[in-house]
């Protein structure tokens, strides 16, 4: 290898932690491969405009970029402006991808049949959540029931009246406030197209509106969508419960046919998963040679399958392209969100085939075999089928499967979050099946607080870094760390999830409770959408305090994050009560007056904004400071609302 290239390399390498990801960076070098890194390289300063938001092209007769000469738009549209409806869109695209996830599996719970491809795993939970939902479940067949709460969720999207119905589900407080703040969100795709009216050419022009909008439209996503996509989700596939699994890209190693799935909608990949298990292609895996078939995930897909069924997690999203470089892999399995176009060129210097799957995500150069839910289990045994028959085209020659991979307990739905804490219960004093023992480890302090931290991975900060580093100080100053996403893949990766590991990594208060209680000290709650457990948990929490979210000792976290449903994400968040610390700078500093609201502003508003450092130690101190000034109020509330009242009971 020449000087240069070593160069090329190390700086790649050096845009990650992954040791994995390091030797994959050097064999793409040898294969001549480009890969995400790579093009970071090229991209040597990227556009002022763009970073700071001020570039606006929602007319023909832009673009208009901000700068002292030009302070305003054509259309006399201000920074301020600018940054708000640039903002508001990226929280509508986000909330539009959840939601049409979210969608599409209310669909499914339409189409279930007794003994057909897809049936109602969870008939209890069915019952409870058509209670919630104001659906009669009296007298009716389960199937009857799954049918008339599909249609109900599915007018969720497009209701012509009212506000969302899963807003109940909040604290009353907080729900008071929204309707105060006029940010209850309506229909789904109604939040979605007035941020597209209002951020088009001539409409809002005032930043307090547009970033109430985006709250609204934001809302739609975690207090609508994902919270569907979740529920019925759990309905049909089953309620994750802890369960063990392994990660990283080592989990490609051996003889087996390699099936990655990547994308988010478990739709598919359940399916695939029930294709992959039938004997025939057990035997068909047999027949061409393969031991066996490893179905591995990457992105959120990986985090539904491996929560459900404990499978693989092969890597997060910025190891997509890695695990094509191992040469190992004999299907790329996709559906939408998170997939790299780039996978298509890639997969042709390999023996990989990248299949597509959904008309919602044609990538040219793909193989695209379209699934349908109406037709499931033919279509993944047909897809499946392709997979292994490609392992005859391995080529031995390209193979390279690096040497790490982890294991961890997974799995971690509220209900499991109960189930493992009746392991401290004692009986003959309390209630079984409550969250009382988590209240009571955070109201005396031997739990800090609890950090969800989420999101994906950016080229901006080494791949993982951020969010290491940050799980790391929390965990080890007794804040218990819940995980969603690719920051969810990222602590798997690196143990962070074997319970055996607590005292290593954990202070003495957490890691005590870790060991009582049996759980590891960074908790896997599942995919993008299932944020919306968080909101949940917090929620129960808040309920049996008779708190407020914006009380509790809670914070959430974005270490790493970079698409538009990380943006929703974070935006319902700040909007619940939660504040929120982001480890890359959104493009909004173009406008002093956005920053100022919402890395401020806000809190007066909701109680809740957003913090921003790109140095990931900074930013744990910061998280560890705020929620650590907000216990002072919280244990007197504590005291004042739960403790006087048990003490009043008994
Ligand atoms: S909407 Fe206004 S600022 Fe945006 S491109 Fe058109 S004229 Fe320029
Ligand atoms: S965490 Fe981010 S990168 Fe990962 S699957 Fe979710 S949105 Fe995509």
């Known amino acids: ?44 300063v990227q556009c002022g ?10 007319c023909g007769m832009g673009p208009c970029r901000i700068s002292p000469k030009t302070p305003r738009g054509l259309c006399g549209a201000d920074e301020h402006t600018i940054v708000g409806r640039n903002f508001a869109r990226m929280c509508a695209a986000g909330t539009a991808a959840h939601s049409d996830h979210a969608r599409d599996i209310a669909h499914t719970l339409a189409l279930t049949t007794p003994g057909g491809d897809y049936q109602v795993k969870e008939p209890q939970k069915l019952i409870e959540f058509a209670k919630f939902m104001d659906v009669d479940p009296e007298g009716k067949d389960i199937y009857e ?14 209701k012509p009246f009212g506000v969302s119905k899963l807003l109940k589900r909040a604290p009353k407080v907080r729900q008071e406030l929204w309707h105060k703040l006029g940010i209850e969100p309506r229909a789904i795709d109604r939040e979605i197209a007035t941020v597209m009216h209002s951020t088009h050419v001539g409409c809002t022009s005032d930043l307090d509106s547009l970033i109430h909008m985006a709250m609204r439209c934001s809302m739609a996503d975690g207090w609508a969508g994902s919270m569907i996509g979740t529920m019925l989700s759990d309905v049909l596939f089953g309620t994750p419960k802890p369960v063990h699994t392994e990660a990283n890209l080592n989990v490609l190693a051996g003889n087996n046919v390699n099936i990655i799935l990547h994308g988010h909608e478990p739709t598919l990949s359940e399916m695939i998963v029930a294709a992959s298990e039938l004997p025939e292609m057990q035997e068909l895996a047999k027949e061409v ?65 990248f299949i597509t799957t959904s008309p919602k995500a044609r990538i040219t150069g793909s193989t695209y075999m379209e699934f349908h839910e109406d037709t499931a289990m033919e279509d993944a045994k047909t897809i499946v089928r392709e997979a292994i028959l490609n392992f005859k085209n391995r080529d031995q020659e390209k193979v390279l499967v690096p040497d790490l991979k982890s294991e961890g307990v997974v799995g971690y739905a509220e209900e499991a979050i109960v189930g493992q804490l009746n392991n401290v219960v004692n009986t003959q004093i309390d209630e079984m099946d409550t969250l009382k023992p988590l209240i009571d480890v ?49 602590a798997c990766k690196n143990g962070l999830m074997l319970k055996e590991n607590a005292p290593k990594f954990a202070g003495k208060g957490l890691a005590t409770v870790c060991e009582l209680v049996d759980i590891p000290p960074v908790i896997h709650l599942g995919s993008c959408v299932d944020n919306s457990r968080i909101l949940n948990v917090c ?60 890395c401020g502003g806000l809190k007066d508003q909701v109680g809740a904004c957003f913090f921003v450092n790109e140095n990931p130690v900074e930013l744990a101190k910061m998280i560890m400071d705020d929620i650590e000034g907000k216990r002072p109020h919280f244990e007197e509330l504590y005291q004042e609302k739960v403790l006087n009242k048990r003490l009043a009971e008994a």
């Not at 020449?2 to 070098?29: F, G, H, W, Y």
């Not at 029931?145 to 599915?154: I, K, R, S, T």
């Not at 997060?316 to 094509?324: K, R, T, V, Y």
């Not at 040469?327 to 969100?337: F, L, N, P, R, T």
């Open 289 to 353: 040679g393969a031991d066996g078939i490893t179905l591995s995930g990457i992105c959120c897909t990986g985090n539904e399958l491996t929560m459900r069924h404990g499978v693989k997690i092969a890597g997060d999203f910025h190891q997509q392209e890695l695990a094509i470089i191992t040469g190992a892999v004999e299907a790329m399995i996709v559906d939408v969100q998170c997939i790299f176009p780039a996978l298509a060129d890639l997969s042709k210097h390999y023996h990989t085939k």
């Open 145 to 158: 029931l799954a049918h008339e709460v599909a249609e109900v969720c599915l007018m969720e999207f497009g």
């Open 442 to 490: 955070l109201a005396s302090g031997v739990i800090r607080g609890v950090v969800g931290v989420v999101g994906c991975n950016n080229a901006k900060t080494p791949s993982n870094h951020n969010h290491l580093t940050i799980i790391k100080e929390l965990i080890k100053n007794d804040f218990l760390v819940v995980t969603t996403g690719c920051g969810a893949s990222a």
């Open 1 to 44: 290898m020449e000087k240069k290239d070593i160069n090329v390399l190390e700086q790649m390498q050096n845009m990650t932690v992954d040791m994995n990801s390091k030797v994959m960076l050097e064999k793409a070098e040898k294969d001549g491969v480009e890969t995400m890194y790579k093009r970071k390289l090229g991209y040597k």
């Open 49 to 58: 405009f763009g970073l700071q938001g001020v570039c606006c092209r929602n």
């Open 539 to 598: 929620s129960l929490i808040a309920n049996a305090c008779g708190m407020d979210i914006s009380d509790l000792p809670v914070a959430g976290c974005a270490p790493e994050w970079m698409s538009e449903k990380a943006v929703a994400i974070g935006t319902y968040v700040v909007a619940s009560g939660i504040d929120t610390f982001l480890g890359v700078m959104p493009p909004v500093t173009g406008s002093s007056k956005a920053v100022e609201l919402l």
